[in-house]
């Protein structure tokens, strides 16, 4: 029982440690805690890939201010010039920012006694910053003998968090901005793989890529009618534009 709250304790700190790169704040006290975590994991590492990128990591973060993560950040979910990662496992199963797999950890988060706090969290339950960060305070409290959430982690990994990590992933890993990210995901790799062999779930098979879909237009009749109207009107306009262009030109203006 021991080993297995102590494996707890490291599964939580690694879901904290992923936690804190993806739910970025001003307040410097997390960024803190993120490279003191970094420190922990370089010497304890999973697997050699991940010790190596932990060092590199370590190397890049800088440790008196989190302004060049915060900047990477922006640059790979943010920023008007290059193509935005979504965070959303709706996204990466459905196209959707808000669909059936935010209900689904809307409801696993029902079972808990977690709740997202509105007012400074405002993204969607099923974002990748809080279903690690819901993940950490679960198996934490697993480790604490609070075996009725053991279920509960099992679901939100198995069901949500396995389906779209490895191409959420991918994304971070390929996108031209990503150095610190980079590095990250290398790390994410080796612990996926880990949680799959402790909770005994199976690596997806390989989907289609899902095309981002657009929301549906409901139209009524009034509105079909007076688009059909501004139509007509537009085309006669551009034909008596077409009509006095050529008319200057036969004239020579």
Do not use: W
Not at 44 to 56: F, G, R, T
Not at 103 to 115: C, D, S
Not at 163 to 173: P, W
Not at 197 to 214: A, F, G, M, T
């Amino acid at each position: 029982m021991q080993d297995k709250n102590k494996i707890n304790k490291s599964r939580a700190l690694y879901y904290n440690l992923f936690a804190n790169f993806f739910i970025l704040s001003k307040d410097t006290h997390n960024y803190f805690e993120l490279i003191s975590l970094v420190n922990l994991f370089k010497s304890n590492s999973l697997d050699s890939s991940s010790q190596i990128a932990m060092e590199k990591l370590s190397k890049l973060l800088d440790p008196l201010s989190n302004i060049k993560l915060i900047e990477e950040f922006d640059n790979l979910f943010h920023s008007p010039l290059s193509k935005n990662i979504r965070q959303t496992a709706s996204f990466y199963d459905e196209g959707v920012e808000s669909g059936k797999k935010r209900v689904e950890m809307i409801q696993f988060l029902a079972k808990t006694k977690i709740r997202r706090n509105e007012k400074l969290y405002f993204e969607y339950e099923d974002s990748v910053g809080f279903i690690f960060s819901l993940m950490a305070n679960l198996v934490d409290l697993v480790s604490k003998d609070e075996s009725e959430y053991e279920n509960t982690v099992h679901c939100i990994f198995s069901e949500i968090l396995n389906n779209f990590i490895d191409e959420f992933a991918k994304d971070i890993y390929e996108h031209n901005d990503s150095v610190i990210y980079k590095e990250l995901m290398i790390i994410l790799h080796s612990f996926i793989e880990f949680e799959r062999l402790y909770l005994e779930v199976s690596k997806p098979n390989k989907k289609d890529q899902i095309q981002e879909q657009k929301p549906i237009e409901i139209i009524s009749d009034a509105e079909k009618e007076r688009r059909f109207k501004n139509k007509q009107l537009k085309q006669l306009d551009n034909e008596n534009i077409k009509h006095d262009i050529a008319y200057d030109i036969e004239d020579g203006v």
